[in-house]
């Protein structure tokens, strides 16, 4: 959408680039759009992202791909998981250190597609399968088709590492 922005507050006086298509607005003034791309900038947080998104898009609720590629983001901030509509999301190129972080992701009902190649966290052992694992419904990661094969894998990687976790018993109950 705009280049080389540091903070998403940025976005509120930078123009969007010309794609494709003429990009449709309200009588608001706001955008009619249901993609936003922020890639190829330096932001290393989402701080007033919903709020900005709020103020640039006329319907912020119906946002389904957000790319993120090729920022500085070091996790995946809570705020991307409030877009319910969410079916792709770009997050390549980033600074993601903790594999556990893909967990944020599980509560997106519609997510299909994600990146996240090129983040530190692509080279944790079992990640691809750490990845399919947690997010079962996602038919597209890295750029690359889930199969079958892909899906038997990961639940015997399941098997074989994630350890089941115990019942917790209540001590003096009658």
Known sequence: MVEFQASVTDLLSEEPRRGLRPLRHSRS????????????????????FSHVV??????PENLA???????????????????????????????IQHLAEVNKLAVLPRLRSLTLHGNP????KGYRQYVLCTLPRITTF??????????????VWKRMNVKPKKARVKHGAP
């Open 121 to 124: 966290i692509e080279e944790e």
């Open 65 to 95: 791909w957000i790319d993120l590629s090729f920022n500085d983001l070091t996790s995946i901030d809570p705020v991307l998981t409030t877009f319910f509509n969410l079916s792709v999301l770009y997050l390549h190129g980033n600074s």
């Open 142 to 155: 890295d750029f690359s088709g889930v199969t079958k094969a892909d899906r038997t894998t990961a639940e």
């Open 29 to 48: 003034g706001k955008s009619m759009t249901q993609s936003l791309w922020l890639n190829n900038n330096v932001l290393n947080d989402l701080r007033d």
């Open 54 to 59: 709020s103020q640039l898009l006329e319907h």
